[in-house]
C-alpha cells in the first residue's frame, strides 16, 4: 500500500487478511517497523484484518523534530482508524506500541476491542537513561546504541541461534530516523500511566518476557495488577517475544482475541 496522507502527514500503513474480517491493529516497538511483525501475518490474518504501520518517527511514516507525549502516538492511531472509516479495532502492540494501547484504552475504550500489552510498562525511569539515549543519537547516529539495544531485546542464546532476526532487527534500528527515535524517548520518558490504567475495563492480555531486561516482568505485573480482570502470558523470552518466541506469542494472542 502506497503512503497514506494521516491528518497532512504521511504514515506508512499495509492491510493484510480478509477484508470483511475483524480489525487487528498493530503497533511496533521504539527503533522498529511494521515488519517486526512478519512472523504474525500469516496466521493471525486467517483470521484478522491486519493493520499495521510505522509508528510516527519510525520506518517510513513522519518524523520531525518536534516534541510531543505519549497522546500524540495514541491520535495517530485513531487517525488512521478515522481515515479508513473503522468504527473499532483489537489492538497489540509491543513495548512502545503497548504503551500506547493503554493509552488508547484509557481515553478511547469504545474504540477498542480486546488489547493485547506485551513486554511493555506503564512507566519507564530514571529520566536520566533516556536523556542519555537522545543524546547519543542525536549527537552519533542510531548507529551508536544499535549493539547495546539488541544485548537488551534478545536474549543470549537466541542471539547466537538465530543470526538472521538479530541481523533484521539491527537493521531496523539502524534506519530509524535517529529525530524519530529521540522524540519517542522523551514521549516514554514523560509517559506515566500507572493510575490511569486503573479504569480500563476492555479485556487485556499482558504478554510478558521471563528474562526481558527492558521492561522487566514486574513492570508486565504492575499492568495486570492495575487493570481488572486482565490475563497474564510470560514467555521464555527478552524483550521482543513476538520475535525470539514467534509460535508461542501467535498462539498466545489469537487463542485470547478468539476466545
Known sequence: MPIETIAGEPFNIRFDGPA???VLMLSNSLGTNLSMWDPQIAEWSRTFRILRYDSRGHGLSVATDRAFAIDTLGRDALAILDHF?????HWCGVSKGGMVGQWLATHAPKRMGSLVLANTAAHMGPPELWDGRIKTVRSQGMEAIVQGTLERWFSPAFRETDAATVAKVSEMLTTTPAIGYATCCAAIRDMD????IRSIANPVLVIIGKVD????PAAGHL?????PGSRIVEL???HLSNLEQPQAFTKAVLEFLTA
Open 213 to 216: 531486561p527492558a521492561t522487566p
Open 85 to 89: 472509516g473503522i468504527d473499532k479495532a
Open 223 to 227: 499492568i495486570a495488577g492495575a487493570i
Open 20 to 22: 470483511d474480517a475483524p
Open 193 to 196: 500511566q500507572r493510575e490511569s
Open 236 to 238: 521464555d523470552a527478552a
